[in-house]
């Protein structure tokens, strides 16, 4: 008798940097580690402090 054919692993593809994961215990996901997961939040962050902040290069004086 195996469990192992229970359930089997689920894959996916991390979507920052394409590699396959197990989706099952994985803390991280969708992406394949913390180090992915902060990459794509930094991403978001750096995008909406871009919107939040308009570029002023006017020089005040
Ligand atoms: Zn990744």
């Known amino acids: 008798m195996s469990a192992e ?3 089997p ?3 996916l593809a991390c979507p920052r940097c394409r590699t396959s994961v197990r989706w099952q215990d994985n803390p991280h996901r969708p992406f394949c580690s913390e180090r992915c997961r902060l990459i794509d939040l930094g991403h978001w962050a ?3 402090y871009r919107i939040a902040t308009p570029p002023s290069d006017d020089p005040e004086d």
């Open 9 to 11: 692993p689920l894959l």
């Open 46 to 48: 750096a995008a909406d």
């Open 5 to 7: 054919t229970r359930e």
